[in-house]
């Protein structure tokens, strides 16, 4: 393990094939670390690191404790559900406050788009973005792509379908980015209120026509839907939603050809997906969230300096 | 250390006397660590532990973190007060996607009666019940019995009343199921509207006059009035409970002989016990507490697979 | 590190100098530590230290953590961010069923002044006050003390001005016990409605003149305003205070010579300090916070026997 050196992880736009590369490479390493009776290592001893997590999540933070602490990392956890700030406090203030206290890596989600880079430029401590608004999730596609790596190999040429509701997605964003530098082709699907504009910049084809995108891909990523989207009037109705841009086992079929199936989880089953697809042959969700220790155990370990072996 | 070999806890209805007893012995072997200077052992190193609290809990849940962390068990913790789930996911999604993250034994509490059984049959990791619904709360029975294998000696032919609200109380089931199988005599005691039907079917008595059922008993585990049962119309008043089912120190005196004394906490001091009593010299109470950390570790001990020693 | 023992911190009033110098020279070491490859000792392995935060806090919870674990101490954090005690039971119940947990320290922040008092005269843990209602916040006034006499030398015969809100202040109140100690000289300077009577008792002079107050001191240490201050009518408004007490660059050039600028955060930019005194020369704001996890290390060290080295 050598060569790319990186301080933070703030997104996939920009990072070059050999630095995904390296993180995947070594999430290999960190999967078998996590098969053995004992899946723990010492590699950052001493190392502190904030989960600052200013939006809910359950899994995600999970999923960064957990690589944390068999990484041997000593770990502080940070929640605050509500937008508003700590206090009245700047969230700089906050972050300048922590790094004071001589914390190495800030894991941070934050509501705000470009809050993590916000931080990256002002405080010395590694920041790794855990989600910005619907910016970025780099960790999610990095394991999305370990995941697609694991399963079918090279990811030069394979076409990938992102469906649902791509606009508020930063999972989509961050795939776009990643899987376009491996070599990947992305088509994104789902209703015209859900799809943003910029999206075809990107390198990537739209369509809204779900059984013709299903007929073109080898793997379906599907995106959780918000259900607050039909308050806000941008689906007619989750039966709607289900009725055109759900995955069903009947619409798989008529596709035809064995698809890989992934979400970023969590599920609403029998509105973007169905219980049957979610749980069938083809799924390799849970797979993902696996993979998903072993990507922030190797990204974790990068950014600390990588030079302790993984003993 | 041998011979039962156990998965899960769930519940103590149907286990047998010989696994209560070896996890009684190995608790008494924890109680020991916990003399120590430094009261911790390697057992569960590179073990990791989730604790999924869907209920408020501040005592169960540290008791477990404490016991897990005295043990070298690296721990999460996940709370949800509020008894919509996360993001509208199935419990069942949410337990498999802690699985999935490599996760050996998860703990659990739920508002949900069989939740705990529900994952079992599920999930691989190893599932303790650390409080279903009114359905059982299998460590604090066991916990009790080691308080009075301790205060006592044998349970054989032991005289334990168990006073309050019967209907809602997983304590009281998971007492009578273990209590009956070593040996013991149950008797239960309170208002006619908090009394279950079910209960003689499991072999106990009901009176619902305390003066009498002090008179018969050794012990007496008094359990926590939930303040709420007023509002539901279940009892008249405080007062009025007090007057018919607090445990006084006259009353105690009345009955004669010293009993043992015990609540599972947190006690309204006043209403089902008075604070004399609570500190009373039969008083085992926060014995208990303590003897509630050396189970926890004989039962994450016991269900990692018991095979390391206790160093 | 010999000498003074202690069993518990509860406040600098009445604290000897040669026990606060010896919590500050032992800081001195811990910050020592800090600059280390792996800023972490062995010193309180098997040490379990509970956080009670009956008040909601992020930095001092997230110090008091950083310098448990940097002593590797096994922790558990308890918050309770109402007033309200847990299903109604007393605090001394919950303090008394932590301790039976084989607790060793007991880190409370509480609403109420006197709470840890109380506690520390009813359990064997060791109590230390993170913070009780308007009382005391003992470590603050340490890290304060430690700020100083690295950035300056010797208190003896220092000038301090604390600003702002000192009524309802326990920083304020514990710096000027301790600063006195060491022989430093405090003036005080707000807004009549938000002095104390007591404060003169305590040796301490009165200003309501910031420039006159300006022109005296060496060391500025502006407290924060709880903004809800002009809900209750204690202040005029927000404008007004900052046009009487707001520390400027303005003010601070009238007055001339350097001062050493403070505050314990988290700070109202704008209000009580301009962002260009906050972030300018003289502030030692964040330094403040980097000697804080070092002081609460040397507290618990003490607090702990202090007798294993520091390895």
Known sequence: MNGVRFNHLLGLEGMSREAITEILDSAEAFLEVLERPIPKVPSLRGVTIANLFFEPSTRTRISFELAEKRLSADVTNFSSSNSSLVKGETMLDTARNIEAMKVDVVVIRHFAQGAPHFLADRISASIINAGDGAHEHPTQALLDMLTLKHQIGALDGLKVLILGDIAHSRVARSNIWGLRTLGASVKVCGPLALMPREVE???????????????????????RLQLERQQEGLIPSLRDYQRSFGLTRKRLEMAGGDKVIMHPGPMNRGVEIDSDVADGSGSVILRQVTYGVAVRMAVLYLISGGERIIE
Do not use: K, R
């Not at 390198?203 to 007929?215: R, S």
């Open 201 to 223: 910049e990107m390198g990537v084809e739209i369509t809204h026509d779900l059984n013709e995108a299903l007929a073109w891909c080898d793997v379906v990523n599907v995106l």
